[in-house]
């Protein structure tokens, strides 16, 4: 498809019409295959691109790079983040990484961190991690904190058991009993 508008701006003849080719990638000993979007001048044959061509090809090679590295895709950082019913800024202040952080993690312009990650990760298995770390960003007091369910975490230590019980309270009650 050509489009009249766009001129070569190499040869001033011929349009410039959209390429959508397959490009071979390697990264960390795996290759895929990612698409390469550029303009083929249909006079002088030269191929090109422009900033909107460029951010799709960097982008593409990014969402390959977390995928080899065992990264969440930018989708998937923004469905948990959707799911925990954060904005980016809200999400930023919670989890660290700076005020548009999560932007760009979201649309496969940069990778978060291993650590950033995990800590995601954690947060989506232990629901109540969330809480904790809306605390300690500020976001909400007492009353927006809700513990759905009350946790009991056993650890053995010389015959005792330490019983951690979750209540609304900013810190759980800790009550030692002697093992039977």
């Not at 960097?58 to 954060?86: P, T, W």
């Not at 952080?101 to 496969?108: G, M």
């Not at 946790?151 to 009550?175: F, N, W, Y």
Request: hydrophobic share 40%; with cysteine; net charge negative.
């Amino acid at each position: 498809m050509s489009d009249s508008s766009n001129v070569c701006p190499i040869c001033g003849e011929g349009p410039l019409r959209v390429q959508v080719d397959k490009n071979v990638a390697e990264y960390k000993e795996h290759t895929g295959e990612l698409d390469l979007h550029f303009f083929v001048c249909d006079a002088c044959g030269s191929e090109q691109t422009d900033a909107t061509q460029l951010r799709a090809n960097k982008r593409a090679m990014m969402a390959f790079k977390k995928r080899v590295d065992g990264l969440l895709s930018g989708a998937e950082v923004r469905a948990l983040r959707r799911q925990l019913k954060l904005s980016q800024a809200e999400a930023a202040k919670v989890f660290g990484g700076g005020p548009v952080a999560f932007s760009k993690y979201e649309s496969d312009d940069v990778a978060q961190s291993e650590a950033m990650d995990r800590l995601l990760r954690l947060v989506a298995a232990v629901p109540d991690a969330l809480h904790y770390l809306q605390r300690q960003a500020g976001l909400g007091g007492d009353e927006a904190v809700q513990w759905t369910t009350t946790r009991m975490v056993l650890a053995q230590e010389e015959r005792h058991t330490l019983k951690v019980i979750a209540s609304s309270s900013p810190e759980p009650e800790q009550v030692w009993r002697k093992c039977a």
